[in-house]
């Protein structure tokens, strides 16, 4: 029997739903760790470094190989067993973050003399990991609810649990770096990740959804493709993101705020880290319990140009606290545009082609995160790390203005 909010909303209607519980605790320790490492990472690059484009290289060495594989891996989603794809790809991250750990211990330190090559050699192989699990993981999901109507849900839910442990994270990874060392930290990234892994593998396997499909392995491929291409509405939400998030990125930055700008400290970083993650948090509460049903498009659209402003904002702020709060009300105002592109592709794809369409979002969305902060690393190195920063933010109003022009289907999408 399903839930009341058939006839009357239910905000908790996808969390009555037990191996949701499961993939949400999953998802939230291996966000929790991921980000832990990212700070600790950033951190430790640009201490040996001093070197804006080090952190750049961090996303372009994780950018690389997820987009190498995304196509391929969206293939892997949607004719194998996504389970068994999740717990293989959370095992290679086991050992990605064993390995960054081991190289703060006397025994793998001397690795690290030859300089920081091998710890962007271990992000390189996440990255591949990652790009993996991405589509797994997404179309994964709707097999794990009773019914279509919990996706709007499901969605708002599993992004509160993701921006909530990108809160924690950060804030831990910085607080254990400051306060118990590098070894403590990378130590909780493995035991958060391990423990993901545990998760996962207690929620039963799923049989792919059935389909009449009959391509061959090329035209399955382009086929994720040839789908958000032929569909406006997911190629103007994605294509939205994309740019936005490619200028707008300050995060890979944030280190070189926190040490020389602001000067707060790796305690420091991981509060900004965490700001944006805050900001989506409430903002996926408010919306857990007040969906968005009418002038979506339009309210998605003002959304991304909020965010440009935020970031324009917090690129010339010196003060502290006003560079958290322009940070948290950017992280409310992309969350608004990650549930709506979410909800989109959920709701719009056919559930047995979902690992190869979201494997075409993750090249354009998911990689736009690391390859925006290569971006952000060099134009920081050409013209200043502020001057890149207020340049992006521009560039993100520039970007939604155009989209409002050229995608009428999505400037005027009603939920």
């Not at 201490?47 to 995304?70: R, Y």
């Not at 389970?83 to 064993?98: D, P």
């Not at 705020?257 to 996926?284: C, E, Y």
Request: overall charge positive.
């Amino acid at each position: 029997m399903e839930p009341s909010f058939v006839e009357k909303h239910d905000p908790y209607a996808a969390l009555k739903v037990p191996e949701f519980r499961l993939y949400v605790a999953a998802r939230w320790c291996i966000t929790i760790a991921l980000q832990i490492q990212a700070v600790v990472v950033g951190w430790q690059i640009y201490q040996i470094t001093k070197d804006p484009l080090s952190l750049g290289l961090i996303g372009l060495a994780e950018a690389i190989p997820s987009i190498i594989v995304a196509l391929y891996a969206g293939y892997i989603a949607d004719n194998y067993n996504r389970k068994m794809i999740i717990i293989s790809t959370i095992s290679v991250l086991v050992f990605c973050s064993a390995a960054l750990l081991f190289f703060t211990l006397d025994a793998g330190k001397t690795i690290l003399a030859i300089g920081v090559l091998p710890i962007y050699l271990v992000i390189f192989l996440s990255g591949i990991a990652r790009g993996f699990l991405g589509p797994a993981n997404f179309s994964f999901m709707p097999q794990l609810l009773p019914h279509r109507r919990y996706y709007a849900n499901a969605i708002t839910w599993s992004s509160t649990t993701w921006q909530a442990a990108s809160v924690a994270g950060p804030a831990i990874g910085g607080l254990l770096f400051g306060f118990l060392g590098i070894t403590a930290a990378y130590a909780v990234d493995v035991a958060l990740t391990v423990l993901a892994l545990g998760f996962y593998l207690l929620i039963k396997a799923k049989p792919l959804p059935e389909t009449s499909e009959k391509l061959s392995m090329k035209e399955s491929l382009l086929s994720g493709i040839k789908f958000v291409f032929g569909n406006q509405l997911i190629l103007g939400a994605i294509s939205l993101d994309l740019f936005a998030v490619l200028f707008g990125g300050a995060v890979a930055l944030l280190p070189i705020f926190a040490s020389d700008i602001l000067q707060t400290g790796p305690q420091g970083l991981g509060f900004l880290r965490a700001a944006p993650a805050i900001g989506s948090v409430l903002m996926a509460l408010y919306l857990a319990h007040r969906p968005i049903n009418v002038n979506a498009g339009k309210k998605m659209l003002l959304c991304v140009a909020g965010f440009g402003v935020c970031i324009i904002l917090f690129g010339i702020s010196r003060n502290f606290w006003f560079s958290l709060a322009m940070l948290a009300l950017s992280g409310m105002f992309d969350s608004i545009s990650v549930i709506i592109r979410s909800t989109l592709i959920h709701t719009f794809t056919p559930e047995y082609m979902k690992g190869r369409v979201s494997a075409v979002n993750n090249i354009f969305v998911g990689s736009s995160n690391e390859i925006g902060s290569f971006e952000s690393g060099a134009v920081a190195r050409l013209m200043g790390v502020v001057p890149s920063v207020v340049f992006g933010g521009c560039m993100t109003i520039l970007v939604v203005g155009i989209t409002a022009l050229k995608a009428k289907k999505l400037r005027n999408l009603q939920m």
